[in-house]
């Protein structure tokens, strides 16, 4: 079936550096891409968003990079800090309003100090 | 800043009993979810729901799974009688309709913690 997973399981960033984190997707006809960021023992949190029609966005200290020609989707946070230590879920719908999520299967970040 | 409430934190009940996990939106939003993640894997999709019916709903949510908005606030999954493997964090999201029409950011709540024994 159609789905959305991830690269790398799991990544040790030492503190100030860059961390990018990868997920690829099968649905061509995805439309909306979603980052969010879990803590443990806490509920999803809104990172940043792309609709297709866009290959960067940009947020504060974020920016997630579209690739639609290899479905391929990358969150990079910039100087990395304790605080960015969580699990990292990209997720897509069709664009849709109203659709559902599907989710990746996470990447969890660990920062060194 | 409003956000998605969730109670209880933490639900424990026997097998073959019947739960209610509770969730109230954030209060301007029209599409409701509820997802699950059993412990270590990713989040998946259970069911969606709007104007007052489900528009959408996975393979997960058998009969035993059921949703309702008894009133203006509140959104709650009925699980009829629990198994093991309802064991999981069950999370209510919400979405505003984007101005659009097109998909906007899902809120979530901070998930109420199932454990069947």
Request: aromatic content about 6%; proline content about 0%.
């Given at each position: 079936g159609e789905s959305v997973g991830l690269h790398l399981p799991t990544l040790s960033v030492q503190e100030g550096d860059n961390s990018i984190i990868n997920c690829a997707y099968?649905?061509?006809?995805?439309?909306y891409f979603i980052w969010y960021k879990q803590e443990s023992g806490k509920g999803p949190q809104f990172i940043i968003d792309i609709r297709s029609n866009m290959d960067k966005r940009q947020g504060q200290r974020v920016t997630v990079l579209l690739n639609k020609t290899v479905k391929h989707l990358s969150l990079q946070i910039a100087a990395t800090q304790p605080g960015d230590s969580a699990v990292y879920f990209c997720a897509e719908n069709s664009?849709?309003?109203?659709n559902k999520l599907t989710f990746g299967g996470g990447t969890r970040v660990l920062v060194k100090p | 800043e409003p956000e998605v409430t969730q109670t209880p934190s933490h639900q424990v009940t026997q097998m073959g009993q019947e739960v209610i996990l509770r969730c109230v939106p954030i209060s301007n939003h029209l599409y409701f979810y509820w997802y699950r993640q059993i412990l270590g894997q990713k989040v998946e999709f259970l069911v969606s729901f709007y104007n007052n019916e489900i528009s959408e709903k996975s393979e997960?949510?058998?009969?035993?799974f059921s949703v309702e908005r008894p009133d203006g606030s509140n959104f709650t999954l009925k699980i009829r009688s629990t198994k093991l493997e309802d064991s999981a964090m069950y999370f209510c999201a919400s979405v505003k309709r984007g101005t659009s029409g097109g998909a906007t950011e899902q809120f979530f709540g901070p998930g109420t913690r199932l454990t069947v024994l």
């Open positions: 099968s649905n061509s006809a995805s439309d664009g849709a309003a109203g | 997960i949510f058998d009969d035993q």
